[in-house]
């Protein structure tokens, strides 16, 4: 099952980009032999403002792909629960599994409401180049997870 995160805006060289980059390597090379990857990410830009020009753009990354929504009034899982979400969702035979992150304003509500699910980081307000490197690094953990490496909090 391919891994994509989708996210709108292009973020310029930062330490947060060479984070999302170690992560999205180190689970694309893991995930291999348990038939997940490769992890991508896409980053797209509207010409317009706002959360529908921003849909639009989005929208053609989508088709066909389980998509699960970053949004702060999404859900929050433990690291184990995500991994056992990944792992069904490959069991099951979902080929692409995409997450996606907004611009500043969030997603258009047409977007949240086609989504198979909607993931939140917790009631803080993150910016957008740390919830990338957050989702890369619990995509790499789960991978981990499903590895049978071991985890701390067993």
């Known amino acids: 099952m391919k891994i994509t995160i989708l996210a709108v805006g292009r973020l310029p060289r930062s330490p947060e980009v060479e984070l999302v980059k170690l992560y999205v390597d180190r689970a694309t090379a893991a ?39 970053c949004d702060e009034h999404g859900t ?18 979902a080929r692409r599994l995409v997450f996606v992150i907004g611009g500043a304003d969030g997603l258009d509500p047409s977007l949240l409401s086609a989504a ?18 957050m989702l890369a690094e619990q995509v790499y953990r789960a991978v981990t997870i499903l590895a049978g490496s071991p985890y701390h909090r067993d």
Not at 119 to 127: E, Y
């Open 31 to 69: 995930g291999r032999s348990l038939g997940l990857g490769p992890v991508e990410v896409i980053e797209v830009e509207s010409r317009k403002p706002g959360k529908g020009p921003e849909a639009e753009v989005l929208r053609p990354h989508l088709e066909g792909a389980h998509v699960i929504a």
């Open 76 to 93: 929050a899982r433990a690291s184990r629960a995500f991994a056992g979400e990944i792992a069904r969702l490959r069991d099951d035979g």
């Open 116 to 133: 198979h699910g909607k993931l939140a980081f917790g009631p803080q307000t993150w910016p957008h180049a740390m919830a990338r490197a």
